[in-house]
């Protein structure tokens, strides 16, 4: 396939592919551009209850390909200096950072599964995501520092709600490499695989147990939990109550209840 990204469905569950692994995935515009394009598309789609973020070959991402930084902010001997091309660079930045944030914004549960380097912007990337899957040999950063930029398309604003405050600091800081282990230890992954084909098969398991509830409870869920981090306790309650309001008697809830009583798994609607 020519495709350097690409979706597929298979079981409800939508999946979306870096598929440019002779250069290890590094994110050139095909694919920092392409991906929130393919993330709606799924997101949109009603056949669709959990959409994972993978890529093929030994590497997840090399992270921003260098040829794409330097073309889109005109990495030259003649820096931008006047106050238009300026504006012009902070609105390229709005560009690269939005792309992420489809990801961080979908209404489905996003799952990256991740093998070998996600470094700089593709950490940035899998941050963006609301679990994170790995195999045991991947390694990351927040490699931004050693480039000498300011990591500045979601990690510093969504990995504090991952990890710990210090941690992220000496993370960020230090630019420095951390593995699958520490990765894990951190509670940046939730598991870890032998293998990159264990880790599709996980991932699958995974989002194949998350579907087989009620889509629309998940949804509900996911937007419960993105909402609350931005709210105090009490407002994230009067947020669920009103969700249960509007939501709690349902088919999925009436399913449900009469499947267990039945001893039964429940086929829910969700739409």
Same mark, same amino acid.
């Given at each position: ?18 598929? $440019?692994?002779? @250069? ?6 095909? #694919?920092?551009? *392409? #991906? ?23 590497? +997840? ?5 260098? /040829? ?11 820096? $931008? ?18 792309? +992420? ?22 950490? /940035? ?35 504090? @709600?991952?990890?710990? $405050? ?17 990765? @894990?230890? %951190?509670?940046?992954? /939730? /598991? ?7 880790? %599709?098969? *996980? ?21 419960? #939990?993105? @909402? ?44």
């Amino acid at each position: 396939m020519d495709k350097k990204i690409f979706s597929e469905v298979k079981d409800n569950i939508g999946i979306i592919w870096l598929n $440019r692994p002779e @250069k290890k995935n590094a994110l050139n515009d095909e #694919l920092w551009f *392409g #991906l929130p394009k393919l993330v709606k598309e799924l997101d949109n789609n009603d056949d669709v209850y959990v959409i994972i973020l993978a890529a093929k070959g030994d590497t +997840f991402s090399a992270g921003i390909d260098i /040829n794409l930084l330097v073309e889109a902010f005109d990495l030259n001997e003649d820096l $931008r200096t006047n106050a238009e091309e300026r504006i012009e660079i902070m609105e390229i930045t709005k560009k690269f950072q939005d792309a +992420f944030t489809t990801v961080a914004k979908t209404k489905k549960p996003t799952i990256a599964a991740i093998q070998g380097f996600s470094i700089g912007g593709a950490t /940035n990337l899998v941050a963006s995501c609301d679990i994170r899957l790995s195999t045991k040999d991947a390694k990351f950063s927040i490699g931004e520092s050693k480039l000498g930029l300011v990591a500045d398309v979601g990690a510093l604003q969504r990995m504090p @709600k991952i990890i710990s $405050r210090g941690l992220l600091r000496e993370l960020a800081y230090t630019g420095k490499t951390f593995d699958a282990e520490q990765a @894990k230890e %951190i509670g940046f992954v /939730n /598991n870890l695989f032998e293998t990159h084909e264990e880790l %599709i098969d *996980g991932a699958m398991d995974l989002a194949k147990e998350i579907a087989s509830n009620s889509p629309l409870v998940v949804k509900g869920v996911k937007m419960i #939990l993105d @909402k609350g981090e931005d709210l105090t306790s009490d407002q994230s309650l009067d947020l669920v109550r009103m969700w249960s309001t509007s939501f709690l008697v349902s088919e999925d809830l009436k399913e449900g209840i009469f499947a267990l009583m039945e001893k039964r798994e429940p086929k829910f609607k969700g739409k």
